[in-house]
């Protein structure tokens, strides 16, 4: 059609024409001219500042190269500035601008810029540094070296807002562990940070940067912090949340979030917490990066906090959160990450806020989610529906197990990202639950299939998610379901998973058994197959002393395949009393013993399954049991602390008494 062909001729000719210009520019970088060659780099910095598409077209021409040149080889303060200025705009925001800036191998130029008599030239040369250290490809500064930490302290004790300022910057990306946050501690860090906060705004901001950094997870710092002169900083902090600039707001809160997350004990008043939700939850609607950061740091203050959770329920969350991805523009997905992640924590323990949720039409919003391209976006999803299919309200309605929903989960278990593998088997440990009918969308899909292969994945968070699920889809399962999953496992591979290296695996591995035996007389003749591999494998497993939790699985295996015929009860004793007896340490005794109830618990649920009056063999298995001093013990532990324990062992002690034994 004409007007197409008319638009396209348009759009090409501008396209060509604002190409030519920036090669018209890149050509008087090299210029001899220093008036040519000032004009084009100011041209070169106006032109790419907040254009990410103008910064690679220049990066594709090779300026940052001939801009490092300019720095390099000129002796004229204009230049030096512009230049500087220029790199900093390349490496602003702007990951691949960064890489080329340090590959030009300009960072010790920049430095070199610090100790010009020319406050311009160290205003350009700071600035354009803390571009770079924005980004973790910047360089890492060990501060256990001496002559890093002198170099750092000349910058925090500079007169110069920008160099200061640098100085924070440095420790907000370098600092990374304990002992480097230890050291600066040590060092008088703090005493010197606190200062900048009566500072200018890009002090002030790169001081709270810091302070996070610092303070995160480390007790004794915040201790520190909080006891500069009687609390004066943290008040500080707390005053700055209500500061006009968004970006302090929001870098106050996140200096508390931290604060609270290490140290709670220092946020007791229910008003400073409430005042922290609400200012968190007003910048979720600012458009640039302090909304798409706020994000995230709400999700952080209300992690595992049922208090805070409810303040934010309270304070209309859900409704606000839903209604910003409900706006229809593009969120950056830092933001969506952390949308969906404080939906999943508000939704984590109260059935409340998961009924909200879930009534404000959020699942379309949530599938559509699980296909981003951004891989912590679909994890942050995954979350969100495991936390969502908490409710067994909504599960039970059958929300989440159509079509339109466990299509997409079961595609993501193909996943490349390990992290939205691990994400999306807790969705399905949750989903899978409801499944009532045996020939569910999942399983057609493939979904038991791909559980197994990732039970046998290189990464032990996989394995064991993967093993989670299959338990829960086992839980009350019929025996079709159990045959079929079965089928595909065989006793060689439960004998691997049982033996994982990893106790967690293994811990799942039991579980997921016990509630593979539960049942009819059928489903305990699984771990018969192969002349009983599996049994021996778990009775070898159990008699190694094994970690407590890992035991209580074991020996529910156990007390379920004792609830069976006289032929699975006898094959039971041979696992806990077996020949030679010198093999046997008598771990049963161990676990009537252990501080864990649920461990003692499982151990009297086997005896009573054994000595069961109505079974033939009863009265010799007893007799068995009280030799071997387990009869005993329970007599001796009828005060049980636990009141289960209590309970169990005078049904044992009753069965005994049918055997004459007073």
């Keep these: 059609m004409p007007t197409s062909s008319s638009s396209s001729s348009s759009f090409s000719s501008a396209a060509s024409s604002s190409g030519n210009r920036q090669a018209d520019v890149f050509s008087r970088l090299a210029s001899s001219d220093p008036e040519v060659k000032l004009k084009a780099l100011r041209e070169v910095k106006n032109q790419i500042i907040g254009n990410r598409t103008k910064k690679l077209s220049f990066l594709k021409l090779g300026a940052v190269p001939a801009i490092a040149s300019a720095l390099s080889d000129s002796e004229c303060n204009s230049i030096l500035v512009q230049s500087a200025a220029a790199l900093g705009s390349f490496a602003c925001g702007f990951e691949a601008g960064v890489q080329a800036v340090l590959d030009a191998g300009v960072f010790p130029l920049l430095l070199r810029l610090l100790t010009s008599s020319d406050e311009k030239v160290v205003d350009a040369g700071a600035r354009s540094l803390r571009m770079i250290f924005q980004s973790n490809q910047a360089p890492k500064y060990d501060f256990l070296q001496e002559k890093n930490m002198k170099f750092l302290f000349s910058l925090l004790n500079s007169e110069n807002e920008n160099v200061s300022g640098l100085g924070a910057s440095i420790i907000a990306h370098a600092c990374g562990t304990t002992v480097q946050q230890q050291v600066l501690c040590d060092a008088g860090v703090l005493e010197k940070l606190v200062i900048l906060l009566d500072g200018s705004l890009s002090q002030r901001e790169a001081c709270l940067e810091s302070l996070a950094t610092v303070l995160k997870n480390n007790p004794e710092a915040v201790s520190r912090f909080v006891g500069l002169e009687a609390g004066r900083y943290l008040s500080s902090v707390t005053e700055l949340t209500k500061d006009r600039y968004p970006r302090t707001r929001l870098l106050s809160c996140l200096c508390l979030v931290v604060i609270y997350n290490t140290s709670p004990s220092y946020f007791l008043n229910m008003g400073t917490k409430s005042s922290l939700v609400t200012t968190l939850l007003e910048l979720l609607n600012d458009h640039g990066q302090s909304g798409d950061d706020a994000a995230l740091g709400l999700s952080s203050l209300i992690a595992e906090k049922e208090d ?74 995954c979350i969100c529906f495991r936390n969502a299919a908490r409710s067994v309200k909504n599960l039970s309605a059958g929300r989440f197990t159509n079509d339109h929903v466990m299509l997409p989960l079961v595609q993501l278990l193909h996943d490349p990202s390990s992290s939205v593998e691990v994400a999306v088997l807790g969705a399905l440990s949750n989903i899978v639950l409801d499944f009532s009918s045996p020939k569910s969308t999942f399983i057609e899909y493939g979904g038991i299939k791909q559980l197994i292969e990732l039970s046998k994945s290189m990464d032990p968070n996989a394995r064991c998610s993967a093993l989670r699920a299959l338990r829960n889809l086992m839980f009350l399962a019929d025996n079709k379901r159990k045959e079929l999953f079965y089928s595909e496992v065989k006793a060689q591979g439960f004998v691997s998973l049982i033996s994982d290296p990893e106790p967690t695996v293994q811990e799942q591995a039991l579980a997921l058994l016990r509630n593979l035996v539960d049942g009819c007389i059928n489903s305990i003749e699984f771990v018969f197959d192969e002349d009983g591999l599996i049994l021996d494998t778990v009775g070898k497993q159990l008699r190694k002393s094994p970690q407590a939790h890992m035991a209580i699985q074991g020996m529910y295996v156990l007390t379920n395949v004792a609830s069976g015929t006289e032929l699975h009860k006898e094959a039971v004793m041979q696992q806990l009393f077996p020949q030679p007896q010198a093999e046997s340490n008598n771990f049963m005794l161990k676990f009537l013993q252990s501080h864990e109830s649920q461990l003692r618990s499982a151990t009297v649920w086997t005896i009573i399954n054994l000595i069961s009056p109505s079974s033939p063999g009863a009265h010799d298995r007893h007799v068995k049991l009280r030799d071997e001093g387990i009869i005993p013990q329970l007599k001796n532990m009828v005060n049980d602390a636990c009141l289960d324990v209590k309970i169990r062992i005078r049904t044992v002690l009753s069965q005994s008494m049918s055997f004459g034994d007073n």
């Design 308 to 381: 805070l959770q409810k303040l934010a329920y309270e304070a209309n969350a859900i409704k606000n959160i839903v209604d910003i991805l409900k706006t229809g523009s593009e969120l950056h997905p830092k933001r969506l990450q952390g949308l969906f992640l404080s939906l999943a924590e508000l939704c984590s323990k109260l059935e409340d806020c998961r009924c909200s949720f879930l009534s404000l039409e959020m699942l379309d919003l949530l599938v559509n989610a699980l296909r981003h391209k951004n891989a912590d976006v679909r994890t942050a999803a």
